[in-house]
């Protein structure tokens, strides 16, 4: 892709980009300036899914702006130090945003000295990244949550999810469904978690607050002592439950293989690395989070994997306009790997706050 002219706009001309990460919705590069020797990450946002690339843009100022106006110091923080959020850089017309005709750009800078990482292999790695998510929240605990642009209508919103997945079984072909009867089998036994959700969505003592909704590892800069320095990619940054962020952890930090193992055997749960993200979100939360909250972490694990079980077997369903797919049938593996994840977090008896 030609990027001479968005860089361009950032003012940068004698550059490098690299593409960069393993994300599986918006393109990223490294790009270098070769004559300030200074490093950026560039990304073209995946309009599929974002229909609004102005509102991503909206929220990360919203939020860029609050911090730099109450000037965020934090408990557990030196005093007086600021919270590092990676806010985009402006074109040289101040806007945060590009749009040309391959879509709509934004840069950040490079944190430096940081890297991130693909898999948790050991449970400090899952207290840091919970600490830091729940550091986020936090932060923004001042902030009225409902200012913020809904990016992606519904999209933690399970009973929706499952409605679409019914549709999906409806609409999709014969064979498909036959040839995944297992996966769907186990979906509609556990309709109780959908049945759960319905009722967190009642109770008052469930608070609704700034949610980061993709706490997957590699969202998490770290520096070289492996510890903690922020979180990344905001394009999901919305009004949310804590037990998509808390979930989505357990959903990506327990088990020692991705979303994308198909040998099933290697799926486990490291308890842990549970204990560690539940510790490492408290670290930062327990003040704000309900009594009743506090019980719910093992639901929020059982509520993000389910839902990521649906998401993958309904795309495979709608023949992967969502996810795509590098091999035939890939979004089933991961939808069986999902469910796989599910009844080993079901088998454990003596987990944290159950
Ligand atoms: P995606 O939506 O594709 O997951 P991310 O925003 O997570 O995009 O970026 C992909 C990868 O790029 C991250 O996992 C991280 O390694 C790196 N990255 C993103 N932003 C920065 C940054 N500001 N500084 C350093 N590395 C970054
Ligand atoms: C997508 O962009 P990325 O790869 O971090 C998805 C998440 C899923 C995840 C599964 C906007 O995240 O919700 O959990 O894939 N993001 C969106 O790997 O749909
Ligand atoms: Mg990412």
Redesign the pocket.
Known sequence: MQLDGVLKKFGIENYSALSFGN????NTWIVENKSYEKKFILQRINQN?FKSPEDIAFNIRLIADYLQRCQATFSGQTPGKKYLFTSPLQTKDGNDIVKTDDGYFRMFPFIKNSHSIDVVQKPEQAYEAAKQFAKFTNVLSGLDASKLKIT?PHFHDLSFRYKHFQIAIQKGKKEKIEKSKDVLNFIHQQKNIVDEFEKIKLNPEFKIRVTHH?T?IS?VLFNEEDKGICVI?L??VMPGYFISDAG?MMRTYLSPVT?DESDFSKIEVRKDFYEAIVNGYESEMAGELTTTEKKYFLYAGKFMIYM?AIRFITDHLNDDIYYGAKYEGQNYIRAKNQVTLLQRLQEEKDLLNV
């Open positions: 994300g599986l919705i918006n899914v992606l993709d997957k969202n990619d394009d999901t989505d979303e990521q």
